[in-house]
């Protein structure tokens, strides 16, 4: 199975950010995190969650949903598990 | 309403894009009702609450809400708290699960120890539900008990005293008993939603052990959808036509082409016995107080001869009105729903053509249009979209069709006569115009909660404010039924004042529009002059708040002879009468059988 590219994750996941959050100005880096998106708060993290796998048909162990630092971290786990 | 939101919808997309639909929403909204709702949780609420508050907005209630603490569901409603006191609460929803049953089973107890545990289990609640329902006299929606998702016995978990499904089973027994004897209480059924979910999917124990949702964050616009059904009919929301299609919608084939002998109802053939079967699942409505009307491109007279197919459960006269013939849908639905005095909103259209269905859906976009390819889909889809929930049954919701009809006999008698005047007088009209009685508190507010267009101040009230009003001396409380040689029309207007020293302010004024222009606003008027003077009242000041439905009611206090004292830049005015000399208005009724 292929592996998604990084740029495709990052469009992507922007655009499931934008729709969980409705702000069409959001940007990601891999140094998002939380406290750089006002809304994002632990219920929002849910929400996130659970939109970022329907988007890549994949699913996250609980430890990982709970230990992600940033943006990044998300990116290259969807990048390695996601189906193209 | 938002196709977003409509059934069938994507409970996914719901979640990713709640924020952007709540904008939505409140941008365009108008009108709605206020609502105070309490949510109690077991577990965690955030997401249900928010996709909750979708569903009502887009029926045009606005809610606010209370949210306990994480699982502080008892302790709020049995000790209470300053926050919810202030908030006070006009419905409270306890969501809890069967993750909250405390007492369970242990493998190998004996029956009478089982029963002592499901006893004091189920005295928890009661104890809730007293506590909630004295301290505010709110509405109370509680959950049922869901299926676990393990069975440590297999199927023993049913069938033996100590089997957690059959433990279960009986405490939901034991809340469906309170149910039926208690007022204002209600049951979330997601015993069955979630078998209806599935489930394996229902219990997404990721969801329970990250976040403490008893249930797959999926699967919360189900929930949320099926709870705010309960919500919409408690507050009067439901909706009140159901108008049908003929062609592939109540039968298979095309009446005009095949005859009544060529299209497929009846227990014939399988296409046939399902036509047959979505016919009696239509014409069970009927019972719930749901008016059916056809609304169909066919020559008149074929319509009928398919409507009077030997096999098929539904005949001509079941329906409050038969449009056959060649105008565009949404005219007829229209016209229909003028001729029926309702407003396009009560209705649900149902079509098996989709071009026709996208017509009436962009042209009248007030009527809600349910799609389906086949009879057997579209019984499923009339289900699960949840507008015709039952919360309270009236003798006048069985009888409703039968009402309508008889105003067909009236409107055909009126033509007879050479003055309006005489057609009134023919009616035979009987009113009887008396104070709120309990048994008609059900009706009253019910009424009260879904009359828009002859409504003054269109203010709404549970079933418990409306027994607070009825057993308080503060006020002249009237409710009217009129009876007429072609039946009884029921309760059909109610009038509310609050006494203010010599002076009665009128709360609420309203009457349904079937009884138009027959004078019954008239004998109401000359009942509560009658009333006020008893009570000494020497004026009555009446309100007008203008909505988007009710204009024509506008001018009403004017043609009572009111003189208007007030008006705002909002429209609203205030009129006042004096009681001393008024003369009674009413020609053609005869009061409290005089």
Redesign the interface.
Known sequence: MDKLDKNTVKSRLTE?FR????DEDIELSDSTTADDIE?WDS?EH??LI??VE?EFKMRFT?KE??GMKNVGEMMNIIAERAKK | MLPELSRPFDGDMIMQKKKKLLRLLKEKEQGAVPLKIAVLGGSTTSDIIKVLELFLRDRGIAPSFYESEYAQYWNDAVFGNKELDEFKPELVFIHTTSRNIEEKPRVGEDAQSVADKLEREYARYERMWTRLSEKYGCVIIQNNFELPSERLLGNREVGCAFGRIDYITRLNCRLYDYAQSHKNFYIHDINYLSAAYGLERWHELRHWHLYKYAMSVSAIPEFAYSLAGIVCSVMGRNKKVLALDLDNTLWGGVIGDDGQSGIEIGSETSEGQSYKRLQEYVKAHKELGILLTVCSKNDPENAIEGLNHPDAPLKPNDFACIKANWDEKWRNLDETARELNLLPESFVFLDDNPAEREIVRTQLPEVTVIGFDNPEECIRALDKCGFFEVTSLSADDAARGEMYRANAERAAAERQFATYGEFLQSLEMRAEIRDFDPVHIPRITQLTNKSNQFNLTTRRYTQTEMEQTAADPNYIRLCGRLTDKFGDNGIVSVVIGRKDGAALHMELWLMSCRVLKREMELAMLDTLVEECKKAGIEEIIGYYYPTKKNGMVAELYKQFGFAQTSSDENGNTTWRLETANYTPKTTAIKINGD
């Open positions: 499931v729709d969980v959050f409705d809304a219920l849910i929400t659970s939109a329907k609980m949903v709970s």
